[in-house]
């Protein structure tokens, strides 16, 4: 596979554990009710989301940095689809949580 799907593959993941940390932050800190939804809790979800993104750009470039042409194409690629599977898996789970 080459460098840049890799990337890509691994960003998709990322999202799935984004998903993850929110949950676990929406679990420990009360915010999953059957009844109402936070907005606190959906901007501090988001925060997660963005400092596991730049956590994982730091990882991904030590990594792949001498495959690719350059460090933009890393911070670039796979982007939507962390973005999209972080908030698809995140309602998903909230949904499974909350109904629970």
Known sequence: ??????????????GFVAALACLGYGIGADYISRTRFDFYYFLNSTSIAIVIYFLSYY???YRFASKVATTRKLVMTGIGVYFL???VFWVILYTIFAGA
């Open 85 to 87: 599977s972080w908030i």
């Open 1 to 14: 596979m080459k460098p840049l799907q890799t990337v890509y593959w691994i960003k998709f993941a990322l």
């Open 59 to 61: 990882l991904i470039k």
